[in-house]
């Protein structure tokens, strides 16, 4: 049974920083696209930071939301299997749920329609 868990969310004030962890579990996800979307009130789910498959001799990439550029950080271990998404300079406007996603989709997937599988997401609230 395929399992993403998300964890480290909560409040924080704005110019403050999070680290949100992403635990994938049911089969290797070394070979998957990992990416982190989040969706706040009112507005469609985005996706915030992607980061390509991994493994030996394999060129990982990361790429990124406009938005948060300069900001925030995607990794995953070498495992491949837990992902993380440190966020700096956090912003009252980067309030939302944040949802750790999996795709098997190679070529720096961005839409949710290309992702195959979800968590269920967690709460960053950011005050000013």
């Known amino acids: 049974q395929v399992q993403l868990v998300e964890s480290g969310g909560g409040l924080v004030q704005a110019g403050g920083s999070l680290r949100l962890s992403c635990a994938a579990s049911?089969?290797?996800?070394?070979?998957?696209?990992m990416g982190w979307f989040r969706q706040a009130p009112g507005k469609e789910r985005e996706l915030v930071a992607g980061?390509?498959?991994?493994?030996?001799?394999?060129?990982?990439?990361?790429y990124y939301a406009d938005s948060v550029k300069g900001r925030f950080t995607i990794s995953r271990d070498s495992t491949g299997n837990m992902v993380y998404l440190q966020m700096n300079s956090l912003k009252p406007e980067d309030t939302a749920v944040y949802y750790c996603?999996?795709?098997?989709?190679?070529?720096?997937?961005?839409?949710?329609?290309?992702?195959?599988?979800w968590g269920q997401g967690t709460q960053v609230t950011v005050s000013s």
């Open positions: 996603a999996a795709s098997s989709n190679w070529n720096r997937p961005v839409r949710k329609y290309e992702f195959n599988y």
């Open positions: 980061i390509t498959r991994s493994g030996p001799s394999i060129n990982t990439q990361t």
């Open positions: 049911g089969r290797t996800f070394s070979s998957y696209t």
